[in-house]
């Protein structure tokens, strides 16, 4: 099966976060890591697979047409959440670099992270309400909650929930090494 793309290395509503001089061969790779990384664990890998195969061979039916619609502006958010060191440093022969030219300024790092997280959170919104669509229609794409049994499938989340661990600081716990039932 070809490398199908969700969407388009020159979608414009991508594009419009981006600078237009931009390298395609560079967005088609980090659509396709994104797909890979973001999107195969939502779907599932039969339920990706027939969506890809359908891309490529231009025979979308009528549910994966929606569905894909449906996809589209989680794709584009996360290949900014990604793509935000991607786009602003490269890996070069003499180390990592950052260009510049003399009309614009580069941004620290922070103000890269909170772009990143920025898109993060809106990828996170648009990744949940795929889940529940396909939650909702699981009877119309059987192949998201069954999407095979071989040794490289993934299946596809079911709980869309993330959370961190809360450690806290340690003041209130009374339970010590010497007397752990405390």
């Known amino acids: 099966m070809a490398d ?11 594009l419009s976060y981006v600078e237009s001089n ?14 890979q990384m973001e999107i195969l664990p939502l779907l599932g890998t039969g339920l990706y697979n027939e969506l ?5 061979a231009n025979t979308l039916s ?14 584009r958010m996360n290949v900014l959440a990604y793509g935000m060191l991607v786009f602003n440093y490269k890996i070069r022969n003499k180390g990592i670099q950052t260009m510049n030219s003399d009309n614009s300024q ?6 890269v992270d909170r772009m990143t997280q920025n898109f993060k959170d809106q990828a996170q919104v648009y990744n949940s309400r795929v ?12 192949l998201f909650l069954n999407a095979g049994s ?28 010497d007397n752990p039932s405390v």
Not at 4 to 14: E, G, M, Q, S, Y
Not at 52 to 56: C, F, K
Not at 62 to 75: E, G, K, Q
Request: glycine residues 4%; contains cysteine.
């Open 4 to 14: 199908a793309l969700f969407i388009r290395p020159n979608d414009t509503r991508l």
């Open 22 to 35: 931009y390298d395609n061969d560079q967005v088609s790779v980090l659509i396709y890591d994104t797909q």
């Open 52 to 56: 890809a195969t359908q891309i490529t």
């Open 62 to 75: 009528a549910l994966n047409t929606t569905l894909l619609n449906l996809l589209r502006p989680a794709v």
């Open 106 to 111: 580069t941004v620290g790092l922070d103000v």
């Open 131 to 142: 889940h529940n669509y396909l939650m909702a229609n699981s009877s119309a794409y059987p």
């Open 150 to 177: 071989t040794v490289d499938t993934i299946h596809a989340k079911t709980n869309q929930y993330y959370t961190g661990w809360v450690m806290g600081d340690g003041e209130d716990c009374s339970c010590t090494l």
